[in-house]
């Protein structure tokens, strides 16, 4: 007979011994303070987990056992982890790694991540989860990447660290033109590509801070004595032949004796001349006071430029078809303004000119200026066609240019069919007026015009506008749309404001719409018309006139098939005369592209 505590102990030896590896697993999970623990194998294959999978993916731990880690993550991500793993296994220090986890078809769950070899095994790894608060998330983008706020957030915070001193290097990246083209990004073979670039990006960037300055380019941090060529020759082994050596410039983060308002001022700078690839080549500052003196001599100059654009109104106008997907009839034509050569002097864009005429007072006084244009030029086009004026959220809110466009839209020498001519709220600034502004749509409407809503879901007070104000038209913004592209959660909120956009008997307009397959998920998502390079590029007023006959005849045939009929008329009834077929109603020929110099 044996004696119990003999048995006892045996017992409790053999439970030891059975349980050994489970307990380093739970000790390493205590140890990293994770909330999730991943037991995976050589593929990543997930054999056994622990802490709150609920709470990192909406699934129970049965629902996600034997599936890849890899696929637990969005795509975007995934990539980035098997950078982050290759390094690993490489016996490479893993630097702050963040990714998403996708949580249902929407919502994304983003975690720090740690890795260790799991104990008395071969290829085998825990991996842990630790969930961040939206407030820390590492990025504010879908695809892992910083928005320009954030990104300059994160250059406060390692300035704070250096103390004055450069610690680390600011630095600039930008693809070659094959890789940034609209060709390349829309077949699965370069979006691969992008992907493989921007993991690296990633990967390789101080606490993975990147963000995008468009036009492929990047911009990251590093340590101050990393050098910023090998990231490049990384890029190069990656691409093999596709892509030659990136475009490179780095600052170093030198602050002393800056504030930090001049710092973010000296950084935008850099970032947006950087951005722009005719600025790019003739960048020479070597640090961050070199900027800011180059900023502050710049914005002195643009000012002047833009009281001198507007008082000898030397810009002109360029047109850009807006078309019904569905059928290719063209809608309406939207005025963009261009400025000849060696005018602008300094000012980039439209943008940025408009940005300016708010901040010197001026931006009524351009916006009369280009209705008075538009009108001049609508009496000379066929009466078919209808052009989209965009006007600033700061002049619809204002008393005085509400009483000037009423008395110039009533003068007779300004008179023009009122159907013809769209106003386009662009939200530069927001409006904080709400009663003046809706006064003054509410006059336009009655008196015969449509008002479109510019840049929807860029700015924080789209649905406020849609709410309060007469629309016809809503443009959802190019970015938010081509975002849609790799995001499901976009795809979700577009398809949503396509959806509420019909209800309340508007048309939806996405912008940027350069490839067919562009086209075909804006039609996908619900939105009824489409605006970008695949549809034709912006022509001069000339142009358009060379080809007028044919033009009005499209015209025609879109004024039969949109809804002329007065708001009271039930949405229904609206729809089925918008969806009506015409036989004598061709589809769009584009515009040849403009072949004037224009910045």
């Not at 702050?96 to 994304?108: I, Q, Y």
């Not at 410039?249 to 030198?254: F, V």
């Not at 110039?408 to 069919?417: H, I, N, P, Q, R």
């Not at 390079?533 to 000339?542: C, Q």
């Amino acid at each position: 007979m044996s004696v119990p505590g003999q048995m006892g102990l045996h017992e409790n030896t053999k439970i030891t011994a059975s349980t050994e590896r489970r307990l380093e697993q739970l000790a390493a999970l205590a140890f990293a303070a994770a909330d999730v623990l991943f037991e995976v194998d050589r593929a990543f294959r997930i054999r056994n987990i622990g802490g709150s999978i609920q709470k990192l993916t909406g699934h129970s731990a049965r629902t996600v056992r034997n599936m890849s880690l890899f696929d637990m993550l969005v795509p975007a991500d995934r990539i980035f982890l098997k950078r982050v793993v290759e390094a690993f296994d490489q016996g490479k220090s893993v630097k702050r790694t963040a990714v998403r986890f996708l949580r249902g078809e929407s919502e994304t769950t983003v975690a720090m991540l740690g890795m260790t070899i799991m104990p008395g095994s071969i290829g085998e790894r825990l991996v842990t989860a630790t969930i961040l608060d939206r407030g820390f998330a590492p990025s504010s983008t879908e695809d892992g990447f910083l928005d320009r706020a954030s990104f300059l957030n994160m250059a406060r915070h390692m300035i704070s660290a250096g103390e004055g001193t450069a610690q680390f290097n600011l630095v600039m990246l930008a693809l070659p033109l094959m890789m940034n083209s609209a060709a390349m990004r829309g077949t699965a073979l370069g979006q691969t590509f992008l992907a493989e670039i921007e993991s690296i990006l990633r990967f390789n960037s101080e606490n993975g801070a990147v963000t995008r300055l468009g036009n492929g380019a990047y911009a990251y941090f590093q340590k101050a004595e990393d050098d910023p060529n090998l990231i490049a020759q990384k890029i190069s082994e990656a691409t093999q032949a596709m892509l030659t050596h990136p475009c490179i410039q780095k600052l170093p983060l030198d602050t002393l004796l800056m504030e930090y308002s001049e710092i973010e001022t000296a950084l935008n700078y850099a970032l947006e001349m950087f951005a722009d690839e005719k600025t790019r080549q003739e960048m020479t500052f070597e640090n961050l006071p070199d900027c800011l003196a180059a900023a502050n001599s710049r914005d002195r100059g643009m000012v002047t430029s833009c009281r001198n654009i507007i008082r000898d109104e030397t810009f002109f106008q360029v047109l850009q078809p807006i078309l019904t997907l569905k059928t290719g009839i063209i809608q309406h034509y939207e005025v963009l303004t261009r400025f000849a050569e060696g005018v602008a002097r300094g000012i980039a864009n439209t943008g940025d000119f408009i940005q300016i005429a708010e901040q010197i007072g001026m931006i009524n006084t351009f916006d009369l200026l280009n209705c008075v244009k538009t009108i001049r030029l609508l009496q000379q086009l066929p009466n078919g066609i209808r052009l989209a004026l965009n006007v600033s959220g700061r002049s619809v809110q204002s008393a005085e240019f509400a009483s000037q466009i009423m008395n110039l839209l009533d003068s007779a020498e300004m008179k023009v069919t009122p159907s013809r001519l769209l106003i386009e709220i662009t939200e530069t600034r927001g409006i904080t007026n709400f009663e003046g502004a809706t006064a003054l749509l509410q006059w336009l409407v009655k008196r015969g015009h449509r008002i479109c809503l510019d840049d929807f879901g860029a700015g924080a007070m789209s649905f406020e506008y849609l709410r309060r104000f007469p629309v016809d038209f809503v443009k959802i913004d190019g970015h938010f749309f081509r975002n849609a592209m790799t995001s499901g959660r976009d795809r979700i909120l577009i398809r949503a404001i396509a959806r509420c956009s019909f209800e309340l008997g508007c048309r939806t307009v996405a912008e940027m719409i350069e490839t067919e397959v562009d086209a075909a998920l804006a039609k996908e998502l619900g939105v009824e018309c489409g605006q970008g390079w695949l549809f034709g590029k912006p022509v001069t007023a000339d142009q358009l006139l060379a080809s007028a006959g044919r033009v009005a005849s499209m015209q025609g045939a879109s004024a039969r098939e949109e809804i002329a009929v007065s708001r009271t008329t039930s949405l229904p009834h609206q729809r089925a005369v918008a969806e009506q077929p015409s036989s004598s109603s061709p589809t769009l020929a584009k515009p040849e592209i403009v072949r004037k110099k224009i910045t």
